[in-house]
């Protein structure tokens, strides 16, 4: 025959103490399920994305060294932060379409949130060229951290010609759009 406390722990109320014994508070379960308790616990992150190929690297660095490249100048440039650079930066990104780096609603997304404000401003594009920056120090420390090539196994070769498809299968892979 069960005993109260077995029955007690059948229906989710806390056991009893032994006699001569003080209960220890217990925490309130969640929806009367002791396991509930323990799921926080047990799940584990998701798992981290693939390693990105050989060529998606190559495009990865191409890509965040391009709109590195166009940044410089209006970082090196000595009213950057005391007058409007609005139209430098403007021919920069302009570069950046000329070259197939960014595409004008990538431009446009950006220069909507252009300040007027020059000190506001370099903060601007210190944020453009720090975010691409990291972005390529991470690809290529996750490319450092996957699966190096096998002996006589060729990896595939970035060129112009599949930086486009590079970038999307990189994108994709990393949950983002460009």
Do not use: C
């Not at 798992?47 to 709109?67: E, K, L, M, R, S």
């Amino acid at each position: 025959m069960p005993s109260l406390q077995d029955l007690l722990a059948a229906k989710g109320a806390p056991a009893m103490p032994p006699q001569g014994q003080q209960a220890m508070p217990q925490q309130p379960m969640q929806g009367g399920n002791p396991l509930a308790q323990l799921a926080p616990q047990q799940q584990q992150p998701p798992p981290p994305p693939p390693a990105p190929t050989h060529a998606q690297t190559v495009a990865a660095v191409h890509y965040f060294g391009q709109i590195k490249q166009a940044m410089r100048p209006v970082l090196d440039d000595p009213n950057l932060g005391s007058k409007n650079i609005r139209p430098k930066l403007l021919d920069q990104f302009s570069k950046l379409i000329a070259s197939k780096t960014l595409t004008l609603p990538e431009i446009m997304k950006a220069i909507k949130s252009l300040p007027d404000d020059p000190i506001q401003q370099k903060s601007f594009v210190e944020n453009i060229y720090q975010a691409n920056d990291k972005a390529q120090m991470l690809v290529l420390g996750h490319h450092a951290m996957g699966p190096q090539a096998q002996p006589g196994q060729e990896p595939e070769q970035w060129s112009p010609d599949n930086h486009q498809d590079q970038m999307a299968g990189l994108m994709q892979q990393y949950g983002g759009q460009r």
